[in-house]
């Protein structure tokens, strides 16, 4: 029996039975539909899963794309991008909403497929991945080459026969790979790494990679503008050079190879030197070397008898000769001015002994003169004033000296008259 108010016969039912109704008709009514409209309100939780709102001028729906649906996207969602999508509308019971399941979703205006290299780009141009700077040299004689493609295609055999024809001498080595389909891009990739881990008995590794396949469509070409690709290329150690057969469609991996080769074969060209045409520069090398030493040579032998005919080697002790004459004189001229100098000084010397003999006080005692001196303070005495009675006196001769003591102090006698500065002062004749 229903509640007061309500009338009798009525159903009453709960929310979420109805929520289940609608969602049963929805279904049913919206099995599998396309709707277009702009993305927002997009979220990408770790689980995976897809959810945004798809709206237009006049209405908003809400949008769910599940994990397993999400990852066949070739390309990333972003707000604001217009798409077509197709799945099942439903309703979403906790909260009543209703929503459209999508299981394939399409840009609008631009393939998926354009989109997505598209995207792809503008994401390695940001990391660096085309950056010149970081491209490497090829290197100018590689003695072990890589070949990573389908060992079964042309593409290999014209590599092969061109390496063989311009660089014999080198190794190569042919890491298999499927060039086109599903799984081919990690194929390529894994092929890439495993060579940059090879290592020789010599402790090298390979010189130069060469990594492509011939031509073929757009889909046949697609491993190779894809990201695993683009990122094994990048990480390389070992020069990459893009041997994809395509010349008007610039690939991904073109862009960031160190070398871009429009053919395979080209590509053979890019990585090797030809044999013939080192060797014939050899020889040209070797031609102009022989000439040029020969009129080296030439011009050395013309030197030689140049020099050979000059004076000083027709008559080499000339110089000598005429040096040593001129030792010879310096010699004697040398030997003179000793001779006068010797004699110069010898006079001089002569003349300085003459006076120091004039004036030293044994030649004045030689004449008859003596020195006398007080023994009590050793003062020559040159005045009598200068003693007493009773002193003792030392009086210096020419040959000993006498002692003696002072009895009396007079003046000198009239004949021996001394006169005040007189240098005979203070002598008295023996």
Avoid at 177 to 183: L, V
Avoid at 222 to 228: G, I, K, P, S, T
Avoid at 312 to 328: G, I, S
Avoid at 421 to 427: E, F, I
Wanted: aromatic share 6%; with cysteine.
């Amino acid at each position: 029996m229903n509640p007061p108010g309500i009338p009798d016969g009525v159903k009453v039912i709960s929310v979420g039975e109805l929520t289940r109704g609608v969602k049963k008709l929805l279904e049913d009514a919206f099995r599998n539909v396309w709707v277009s409209g702009e993305i927002s309100n997009l979220s990408k939780p770790a689980s995976g899963h897809l959810y945004f709102t798809l709206k237009d001028t006049e209405a908003a729906l809400r949008g769910v794309m599940w994990r397993g649906v999400a990852l066949r996207l070739r390309f990333d969602l972003k707000d604001g991008m217009a798409v077509i999508v197709r799945g099942q509308v439903s309703v979403y019971p906790p909260r009543g909403d209703y929503q459209i399941i999508i299981e394939e979703l399409h840009p609008k205006g631009i393939g998926a497929q354009e989109l997505a290299l598209r995207q792809l780009k503008e994401k390695l141009f940001r990391l660096g991945y085309f950056d010149p700077g970081r491209k490497k040299p090829l290197p100018r004689f590689p003695r072990r080459l890589a070949l990573v493609t389908s060992p079964t295609g042309a593409a290999v055999r014209d590599m092969l026969e061109i390496l063989g024809k311009r660089w014999p001498g080198a190794e190569v080595w042919v890491c298999p790979a499927k060039m086109q389909g599903e799984g081919a891009a990690f194929e390529i990739a894994g092929a890439i790494r495993r060579a940059n881990r090879l290592r020789f008995d010599d402790g090298q590794r390979i010189d130069v990679l060469l990594v492509g396949r011939g031509g073929g469509s757009v889909e046949d070409l697609w491993a190779f503008n894809e990201e695993v690709v683009a990122q094994a290329i990048y990480e390389s150690a070992i020069p990459v050079v893009s041997a994809v057969g395509h010349e008007t469609d610039v690939s991904v991996a073109d862009m960031v190879a160190d070398y871009r080769a429009l053919t395979p074969s080209q590509a053979a060209v890019a990585a090797t030197p030809n044999r013939i045409e080192l060797l014939e520069g050899l020889h040209a090398y070797e031609d102009r070397l022989r000439a040029g030493l020969l009129q080296l040579l030439d011009n050395r032998r013309r030197e030689l008898n140049d020099l050979a005919a000059r004076r000083a080697f027709r008559q080499p002790l000339e110089r000598v000769r005429a040096a040593e004459q001129r030792m010879d004189e310096w010699g004697e001229r040398l030997r003179r001015a000793a001779d006068n100098r010797l004699r110069f000084s010898k006079k001089r010397l002569e003349a300085l002994a003459g006076k120091l003999e004039a004036l030293s006080p044994l030649n004045v005692l030689s004449r008859g003169y003596s020195l006398t001196r007080i023994i009590a303070d050793r003062t020559v005495v040159r005045d009598a004033r200068q003693v007493q009675p009773g002193d003792r006196l030392v009086t210096i001769l020419q040959k000993g000296q006498v002692v003696s003591r002072v009895e009396e102090v007079a003046d000198a006698p009239e004949w021996f008259a001394v006169q005040p500065g007189n240098p005979g002062a203070g002598r008295t004749p023996s």
